[in-house]
Structures are given as C-alpha cells and as structure tokens.
C-alpha cells in the first residue's frame, strides 16, 4: 500500500461518510506517514500501521 515491505491488513471499519480505517501490519522501513505519532520505524520486524481512507480511495490525512 506503501513501503517497500509487506503490508498485511487484519481489521476494516467504514464510516457511515464512506471512509475506511484499515489495521494490520508492515515490514516496510519507509511506510509514508502523515501527522504520525511515531515518524520513522522502531526497526523491528512487524510494525503496526493503521491507514484511513476517503471515500474515494484516496489517502486522508
């Protein structure tokens, strides 16, 4: 979805506006983040994401 690792996606809500907030996992070191809490990997093997998503597809901050 945006690294150069494996992203795994384990849970999916929608919105009743449409958008979706996905959770799972990726092996990427260089995940894109906006206004993340944390802005670079902790260097370990799985790191938690969690991507929400307009209703159009795109990526919301």
Same mark, same amino acid.
């Given at each position: 979805?945006?690294?150069?690792? @494996?992203d795994l996606?384990?849970?999916?809500t929608?919105t009743?506006r449409g958008?979706a907030t +996905?959770?799972?996992?990726?092996?990427s070191?260089?995940w /894109?983040?906006?206004?993340?809490?944390q802005?670079?990997?902790?260097g370990? /093997?799985? @790191?938690?994401i969690v991507? %929400? +998503?307009?209703?159009?597809?795109? %990526?919301?901050?």
């Amino acid at each position: 979805m945006g690294g150069s690792g @494996e992203d795994l996606f384990r849970a999916c809500t929608v919105t009743q506006r449409g958008e979706a907030t +996905l959770a799972g996992s990726t092996t990427s070191t260089d995940w /894109p983040t906006v206004n993340a809490q944390q802005r670079r990997s902790a260097g370990g /093997p799985d @790191e938690v994401i969690v991507a %929400k +998503l307009r209703r159009a597809g795109s %990526k919301a901050d």
